[in-house]
């Protein structure tokens, strides 16, 4: 296919290997450009001609019916293979369907409770670092205090204190 | 009112309604699948097979199938790609066997009086291109099956094979390419007729 939308032979022929000599089959937007080129090239025309032959040839294949005995056959299987029906108030397949979901559910509901849970080392940390912090606090609360009593007190007060 | 009744009463079903029907359970949406692509899919697995015995076989595997595993379909494709795809599998497994067992692939006979009446060159033909087919590989001949036989589009026929829409005409156009080389004969005589 050239940039101008025209078809060349080169991409002509390799079209017809895919689709062969039914347009319909061929993509619709190289329809147009299938039928100019084989108005105006003599070689396309030929290469078109051999593979209208060989689909006339394909076609040439009756197709083998399948036997009346076979037809019943297949349209008795629901007879020989009944399946329970699935009703409003059971729509699972199988009795044993639900519990594989909920075993699913909880094995997830591990997965992730594991995944979410704190790390040990982390929270021993964070235990000393509150009792440093509540020793801190204390320190700090004593501090805030002080300087609470020297804001209110007046500077002055505190220092005499010390 | 009752005209628009009747009208959605007797418009027949797509296939997508159908399958969903045999998913719950119901024997009357797949004999309904049953009419509409029996014919095909025996067609199909004959051309594949190349036996009516074994195309027998397998075209009722397939549907057993799809009585008893509807609830497998997925709804991205198309119910009938989904049948043919069932099809394909279990003829490819019996070429796979019929190959361990050094059983040579061929095409059977069918007895004339289910043959429509042919001329005697166009039944010439009609052996010369089953033969053709025959010896093609099976890809390619399963390709050329789907999509002239079948009138199955290029997406369609790739998905029943389980390929890329660009191997499926890789597929095609190697396959035309060996029933024309084979044909080649047929061809030099139908150019002395003219």
Known sequence: ?162 | MASATLDRVSEPEDDDQLIARVQSGDPRAYRELCDRHVRGVHAFVYRMLGSRAEAEEVCQESFLRLWKHADTFVSRSKPSTWLYRVAHNLAIDRLRRRREASHPLGIEEVPTSERPSLHLYDKQVAEAVERALAELPERQRAAISLVHYQGMSNAEAAEVLGVKVRALESLLARGRQQLRERLADFKTREGSDV
């Open chain 1, 1 to 162: 296919m050239t940039s101008s939308g025209r078809l060349d032979l080169e991409a002509f022929e390799r079209l017809l290997a895919i689709h062969g000599s039914r347009v319909e089959r061929w993509p619709q937007p190289l329809q147009q450009a299938l039928a100019d080129l084989l108005e105006q090239s003599a070689s396309a025309r030929a290469r078109w001609d051999d593979a209208k032959r060989l689909d006339a040839w394909l076609d040439a294949v009756p197709a083998v019916e399948p036997t009346p005995a076979l037809v019943a056959r297949i349209a008795s299987l629901p007879a020989l293979h009944p399946r329970p029906a699935r009703s409003a108030w059971w729509p699972f397949q199988s009795s044993l369907t639900p519990l594989f979901a909920w075993a699913a559910a909880a094995v997830l509901g591990v997965v992730v409770g594991i995944s979410q849970a704190p790390d040990p080392l982390d929270a021993g940390t964070e235990t000393t670092a509150e009792v440093d912090v509540d020793g801190e606090a204390d320190e700090a609360s004593l501090d805030d205090w002080s300087e609470v009593s020297s804001l209110a007190m007046g500077a002055d007060w505190a220092l005499e204190d010390e």
